[in-house]
């Protein structure tokens, strides 16, 4: 056997380690790719799943026992489970309270005063509006000052700009072909009756509704003193997309009035 030599040994024990090879440097993660920024606001799914449907205003008069924000959601509950396509509803509290309990569109307003430009009349209202979830903002779209100063286009900018699509209420014809080349996604004949020089009448408002279909290619709303299914039926037939109907449903209040009154005739 030969001796190990204690010198080779001792340097063999000394030497260095291989240097360990370097960990590969990780690839870089991929930087996350940017929200994509929303599209301009479309009405024609909202419009496909109201035509030739039912809309049922869910509101009461300041001082009615139905003016309470829980009693309106359940009279919001009841239209749905009887088969109405939408509801419109008025303040943001109450739009709020509404979108969270019906899986339907919430057409919203905000009534702020009894004179003049009322509902949702400045563009501060409409977007409190838009804000509590309303996928349409119905306001005043007559050719009455608003109270802020604005036009009806800026409002209808704002709105859009929030997300939501815009309801033209309006008077006459001429009101409503103008809200429609500013932008209004629907124009409704809510005010017909209602404003200094157009027609006082007990029933709808059925010869504007179809004026202003042959007028304008947005979707018209029949809206105002629909008091019979006939009625709405025969707004549909004279050019309306949809129907509002409100007291003739939700307003025990003035039905029960209605009825005292014509008892009391006979």
């Keep these: 056997m030969t001796a190990q030599d204690p010198t080779a040994a001792q340097e063999a024990t000394d030497a260095p380690s291989p240097a360990p090879e370097p960990s590969p440097t990780?690839?870089?993660?991929?930087?996350?790719?940017?929200?994509p920024t929303p599209g301009p606001v479309s009405a024609q799914e909202p419009a496909d799943s109201l035509r030739g449907r039912l809309i049922v205003s869910c509101q009461a008069p300041p001082g009615d026992p139905m003016r309470e924000t829980g009693t309106l959601v359940r009279l919001a509950r009841s239209a749905a489970a009887g088969g109405g396509a939408a509801i419109r509803a008025n303040e943001p509290e109450v739009v709020a309270a509404i979108v969270a309990a019906v899986d339907l569109p919430v057409i919203g307003l905000w009534k702020d005063g009894d004179e003049g430009v009322y509902i949702t009349p400045?563009?501060?209202?409409?977007?409190?509006?838009?804000?509590?979830?309303?996928?349409?903002?119905a306001a005043d779209a007559t050719d009455r000052p608003r109270p802020d100063g604005s036009s009806f286009a800026?409002?209808?900018?704002?709105?859009?700009?929030?997300?939501?699509?815009?309801?033209a209420d309006v008077a006459t014809l001429a009101e409503?072909?103008?809200?429609?080349?500013?932008?209004?996604?629907?124009?409704?004949?809510?005010?017909?009756?209602?404003?200094?020089?157009?027609?006082?009448?007990?029933?709808?408002d059925l010869d504007l509704v179809a004026a202003l279909?042959?007028?304008?290619?947005?979707?018209?709303?029949?809206?105002?003193?629909?008091?019979?299914?006939?009625e709405a039926a025969e707004a549909l037939a004279r050019g309306a997309h949809s129907v509002v109907v409100g007291t003739a449903i939700t307003a025990p209040t003035a039905l029960t009035a209605r009825f005292v009154a014509g008892i009391a005739r006979s």
């Design 26 to 35: 990780p690839e870089p993660s991929p930087a996350p790719e940017p929200s």
């Design 122 to 137: 400045t563009v501060r209202h409409a977007l409190a509006v838009a804000g509590a979830g309303a996928a349409v903002v």
């Design 154 to 167: 800026e409002l209808v900018t704002a709105v859009h700009g929030a997300g939501a699509l815009v309801m």
């Design 176 to 204: 409503g072909v103008a809200a429609a080349a500013q932008g209004a996604d629907f124009v409704s004949t809510t005010l017909s009756g209602y404003v200094p020089g157009t027609p006082e009448q007990t029933g709808p």
């Design 213 to 230: 279909a042959a007028a304008i290619d947005v979707p018209v709303v029949a809206e105002g003193r629909v008091n019979t299914p006939e």
